[in-house]
């Protein structure tokens, strides 16, 4: 279980790396849109040096009908 927890806490710390160098932690903006995308930044780890780059848009919620 402890190698589980640290491998884990390094997967996150290299995510959080991946964010701080594409500026996500800069910015005032605290969208819906932002937000997610830094977290799925954040979770993706070291996903994010292989290529990937997640990016969440997050539509309007419905309104309820009258």
């Not at 640290?6 to 969208?31: E, H, P, T």
């Not at 993706?44 to 290529?51: D, W």
Request: hydrophobic content about 50%; proline content about 6%; some cysteine.
């Amino acid at each position: 279980m402890r190698i589980g927890s640290l491998v884990l806490l390094i997967w996150l710390v290299i995510g959080v790396a991946a964010a701080v160098q594409r500026d996500y932690f800069s910015n005032a903006d605290a969208s819906c849109a932002s937000v997610s995308t830094t977290a799925v930044t954040v979770v993706a780890g070291p996903l994010n040096y292989v290529g990937v780059n997640p990016k969440v848009e997050c539509a309007d919620a419905p309104q309820p009908s009258e």
